[in-house]
């Protein structure tokens, strides 16, 4: 069965500290993908990476990163620099090839909160 | 890429009425996808609209209840029938583009339920 775990439920951060959100999750499938989504106070869902199960290299993308490791079931996103703007609902999520990528199951998301 | 659209964006419902949820896509997807959260929680999947058949429910959502159509390739409604407090949630519909293998997700719909 598939399951995405999401320990923190909160953090918060002072504006520019770097902050990591971690993301744990499980799987009976080799083929996967891994997302993450961001969803600011407005509530709509922000697409911010999605990673497929055979590319274990890490992604770089301005002040956001990503770290997959499948030794660990881990796909952590880091934040450098945080900012004010990026206070909100992160979310990981995973979708398996036997339900051919259409489910999409989502952790319980952390709320990062960024103060100036 | 695709844009999603919902209507209405929000609601304010009283106990017992029913409410309807529009999903539009401005271009033809394979799936779209009804999901709820509840405030402060996840995303839970509530069912798979099927193009001219019945939606696929998962665990814990029947029909009754949450009623979809999706008459053609861009468009599904969801129902939320004889509401009460605990259906506030946000809906939000999703789709994929069996082309490009791309999901999106529509702005949300904020039902409050008095």
């Known amino acids: 069965a598939q399951k995405v775990t999401q320990a923190q439920t909160e953090i918060s951060v002072v504006e520019k500290e770097d902050v990591t959100l971690d993301c744990v999750y499980e799987t009976r499938d080799t083929t996967y993908y891994l997302f993450w989504y961001k969803q600011p106070p407005s509530g709509e869902l922000v697409f911010l990476i999605r990673r497929n199960s055979f590319d274990e290299q890490n992604e770089i993308s301005g002040r956001y990163s990503w770290n997959f490791q499948k030794s660990t079931s881990s796909f952590n996103f880091t934040i450098t620099a945080s900012q004010v703007v990026d206070s909100a609902v992160y979310f990981c999520?995973?979708?398996?090839?036997?339900?051919?990528?259409?489910?999409?199951?989502f952790g319980t998301g952390t709320r990062l909160l960024v103060s100036p | 890429s695709a844009v999603i659209s919902q209507k209405p964006s929000r609601d304010i419902c009283q106990r017992g009425t029913s409410l309807t949820i529009q999903c539009q896509v401005d271009?033809?997807?394979?799936?779209m996808f009804w999901y709820r959260q509840q405030p402060g929680q996840s995303l839970t999947l509530i069912a798979t609209a099927n193009q001219g058949s019945e939606a696929t429910y998962e665990s814990g959502f029947v029909i009754d209840k949450f009623p979809i159509s999706r008459p053609n390739l861009t468009f599904s409604t969801l129902t939320v029938s004889n509401m009460s407090p605990e259906d506030s949630s946000i809906y939000l519909c999703r789709a994929i583009s069996g082309n490009t293998d791309t999901q999106y997700f529509g702005p949300g719909t904020r039902l409050t339920v008095l």
């Open positions: 999520a995973l979708s398996e090839v036997n339900t051919g990528f259409q489910k999409l199951v």
């Open positions: 271009s033809q997807v394979t799936m």
